[in-house]
């Protein structure tokens, strides 16, 4: 199963602002310490419009880790911060990320990147090594 499909299921099961679909989900910390859930979390997960603006989604940049690329998959997994803009909170997990991208950088990259999450996934647009 393809890790869009499964978070489209997490996000629709949870009502979370969704991040995680990788198989990571379960070390995913619901409760960070350094930014707890009632803060991040404030706003009504129920009444938030994750479809607000349809297939563009939203976009939002953030910094991270890189702690594996698979070229197979098409993915980036990324240890990455809280990104108050998306209501996500620091967690490891993958973003679609084309060859281009992918091929700009490493495992063990500190990076920071932008990315557009949808109802069809998380999908980095710009990423660079800082
Ligand atoms: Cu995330």
Redesign the pocket.
Known sequence: MRSATLMTMLAATLLLA???ASEETGT?PMASEDMPMEDTMSMDAEDMPMTQSGEAGRTAS?EGTITAIDADAGTIT?D?GA?PAVD??????A?EAGEALRSEVAVGDAVTFEFRTSDGG?EITAISER
């Open positions: 969704a991040c995680d995913m953030a990324i990455h990104v996500w909170p620091a967690m490891t997990m973003f998380n």
